[in-house]
């Protein structure tokens, strides 16, 4: 991929590419004349990806791929070197979501976010980078969230993976710079998408009425559904803001994407920390615990 704003033509590999972000991401940047390899772990799930690529009018490469496989991850991006002589950008987009307080989390469950969200993201990207650095150039683009720059309830474990993503981009875009290869970070907010809904991974036992968390996870759970219902911001405002980290002549290192999202960070760019705690972490605690979610020991 050229180094031009608005460039294209570039060979791109996008992950997690079922639905959601990930299917939107890969459309859009077809569409702007990008080559794309569309990856996903299950092609039974291919249908929407299909149907929208040919709605649109675009052709592309559909591959298989379990980023917690690292000889996948390998055999995947050295097809398509060898198809066309080059890796320009990664789209780091799988990922997953699991619901429920930290002490209803099982340690297979949480294992399971970090093995797809960060250590699939290391996979894949481990995959890519000779190849980029051979060329001395290329894009990284790793979809991490708000809720890898403000832990929330109900979410330890994913924020978590998504903390740590954060920390292992922006340590490697320090690492590769120097060698051509520019890595961007970014943050979406909640977004209504399966990954929040029809595939919203709950705990198993954060659901069982027995558990010291159970009304204020309902509570969270209703208040998660209000949240995307009311969400302004859609794939299609983060596929563009990817497509203008991997085409951009200098891009950013971090991308936040929603309003509400950027408006939160800001506040606590500009508030003392502990007012910014007190005032923002005491308003989701009364939410938690409020008449309807009395206390529970």
């Not at 991401?25 to 996903?40: D, N, P």
């Not at 408006?263 to 508030?271: E, F, I, P, S, T």
Request: with cysteine.
């Amino acid at each position: 991929m050229s180094d031009t704003k608005g460039s294209g033509g570039g060979v791109v590999l996008v992950t997690g590419c079922s639905s959601g972000l990930g299917l939107e991401t890969a459309v859009l940047l077809a569409e702007r004349g990008l080559r794309v390899s569309a990856t996903m772990r299950d092609l039974g799930r291919r249908v929407h990806l299909d149907a929208e690529a040919a709605r649109r009018g675009v052709k592309l490469e559909v591959r298989q791929l379990d980023v917690t496989d690292e000889a996948q991850a390998r055999r995947v991006v050295g097809d398509l070197v060898e198809r066309h002589g080059t890796i320009d950008g990664l789209v780091n987009n799988a990922g997953v979501v699991l619901r429920g307080f930290f002490e209803d989390l099982a340690e297979d469950e949480i294992r399971r976010v970090f093995e797809t969200n960060l250590f699939g993201t290391m996979n894949v990207t481990r995959a890519a980078l000779p190849h980029m650095r051979a060329r001395g150039r290329g894009r990284i683009v790793m979809m991490t969230s708000i809720g890898g720059h403000l832990g929330a309830p109900a979410v330890s474990a994913y924020c978590s993976s998504k903390f740590a993503l954060e920390g292992f981009g922006e340590a490697l875009a320090q690492e590769v710079g120097p060698l051509g290869v520019q890595v961007s970070l970014v943050a979406p907010a909640m977004i209504d998408t399966d990954v929040w809904n029809r595939n919203r991974g709950q705990a198993r036992r954060s659901t069982h009425p027995g558990s010291p968390y159970y009304r204020m996870f309902l509570e969270e759970e209703r208040w998660a559904d209000e949240w995307l219902r009311s969400s302004p911001t859609r794939p299609a405002d983060v596929a563009r803001v990817v497509h203008r980290a991997l085409t951009a002549l200098r891009p950013r290192l971090r991308y936040v994407v929603g309003t509400r999202a950027g408006r939160v960070l800001a506040l606590r760019r500009v508030l003392p920390g502990e007012l910014f705690e007190r005032v923002y972490f005491g308003l989701v605690r009364r939410h938690l615990v409020g008449p309807g979610t009395a206390r529970q020991a």
